[in-house]
């Protein structure tokens, strides 16, 4: 973790998100060091939505950890295993629609996050066909935000 410090040193006059792509930084015994260097710095831990995988590419979803009291970071990936470890394109590798049930519990995790942070941004990677500004709109109204109806588009892909 100390190879980030120049990393983050020179970033110092900004908020820093750092999104691990190692699972073996967060789970078991690794999770309170890398949490506490993270929170040391200020940087700001991505926390994730992803397939249940053991595969080291694939961060746990059961991580919710807030290291910089401004501004807690949700990244969704969508839940389909196989596509995120053996897709060949990024469509492929992040092909998921999320289902209602599935928003409703990253609503739930967006309003803990947000008991321990000013600011939670819920980014969607799930970017095959129009899945995430649809998944973005429909998170937004499970969390009781105003949204206002968008006219209906003609399908892009």
């Not at 807030?66 to 196989?82: C, D, I, S």
């Amino acid at each position: 973790m100390s190879e980030l410090d120049p990393l983050i040193e020179m970033l110092s006059d900004y908020d820093l998100a750092i999104e691990l792509r190692n699972r073996n930084w967060v789970v078991g015994d690794l999770l309170k060091p890398t949490i506490a260097f993270l929170q040391k710095r200020h940087a700001i831990f991505v926390n994730v939505d992803a397939p249940v995988s053991d595969h080291f590419t694939v961060m746990p979803s059961d991580v919710d950890e807030v290291t910089n009291p401004k501004v807690a970071y949700l990244r969704l990936h969508g839940r389909n295993a196989k596509a995120y470890i053996t897709g060949k394109t990024v469509a492929a590798r992040f092909d998921y629609n999320y289902s209602d049930d599935e928003l409703a519990e990253t609503a739930e995790r967006s309003a803990k996050l947000a008991r321990e942070a000013r600011e939670v941004h819920v980014i969607f990677n799930n970017n095959n066909l129009d899945y995430a500004p649809h998944a973005a709109l429909r998170l937004r109204k499970a969390l009781g935000q105003i949204v206002k109806a968008t006219s209906e588009t003609a399908e892009l892909f």
